[in-house]
T-cell receptor, first 117, second 108 residues
Framework: GAVVSQHPSRVICKSGTSVKIECRSL??????MFWYRQFPKQSLMLMAT?????????EQGVEKDKFLINHASLTLSTLTVTSAHPEDSSFYIC?????????????FGQGTRLTVV | AQRVTQPEKLLSVFKGAPVELKCNYS??????LFWYVQYSRQRLQLLLR??SRESIKGFTADLNKGETSFHLKKPFAQEEDSAMYYC??????????FGTGTRLTVIP
């Protein structure tokens, strides 16, 4: 199946700094990428949907100025957590799909564990 | 609003026993439902989707619109089935809403 690579897998940062997480589709062109957040013992929560070349669509309650999403190419989307705080510590997962696979299957990255100290 | 409920966080069965992972949903539109699985130290991956009506690794799931359920079943559990299972509802173009997941442990 298609491969989605997410980097870094783990990151520890100081409170107040910004962290960038990359999500790459390695062997296909991802027309749409999704960013999820997972709190401990809770489900994945969709944060935002990004289409290549356009602004991301954020879910209700997600601060777009806090979580900056860029989808500059068909193979790369980035999530930047700005001015990180300890409450931003979480597991972030991206997924990607293609126009052909729309409504059929999303391919997931391996996730990024963010710890803000 | 859409909602996916997986009432069991943990489920343990013996090898060879039948297993059923429950999933109920709430959605005003026409539901597209999926089961995703995450094996230990691996990424989340699609197990099956209701529209294909397929059996993957011996698992099946039937959409019951009357009961708003999409339970995952397997007649004979195997050790390699031990994993985290997520039921997911698709509302738009791959906008997935996940349940809280059920960790299945198959006891040898």
């Amino acid at each position: 199946g298609a491969v989605v690579s997410q980097h870094p897998s783990r990151v520890i940062c100081k409170s107040g700094t910004s962290v960038k997480i990359e999500c790459r589709s390695l062997d296909f062109q991802a027309t749409t990428m999704f960013w999820y957040r997972q709190f401990p013992k809770q489900s994945l929560m969709l944060m935002a949907t990004s289409n290549e070349g356009s602004k991301a669509t954020y879910e209700q309650g997600v601060e777009k100025d806090k979580f900056l999403i860029n989808h500059a190419s068909l193979t790369l989307s980035t999530l930047t957590v700005t001015s990180a705080h300890p409450e931003d510590s979480s597991f972030y997962i991206c997924s990607a799909t293609t126009q052909e696979n729309m409504n059929t299957e999303a391919f997931f990255g391996q996730g990024t564990r963010l710890t803000v100290v | 609003a859409q909602r996916v409920t997986q009432p069991e966080k943990l489920l343990s069965v013996f090898k060879g026993a039948p297993v059923e992972l429950k999933c109920n949903y709430s959605y005003s539109g026409s539901p597209e439902l999926f089961w995703y699985v995450q094996y230990s130290r691996q990424r989340l991956q699609l197990l099956l989707r209701h529209i294909s009506r397929e059996s993957i690794k011996g698992f099946t799931a039937d959409l019951n619109k009357g009961e708003t359920s999409f339970h995952l079943k397997k007649p004979f559990a195997q050790e390699e089935d031990s994993a985290m299972y997520y039921c997911a509802l698709q509302t738009g173009a791959n906008n997935l809403f996940f349940g809280t997941g059920t960790r299945l442990t198959v006891i040898p």
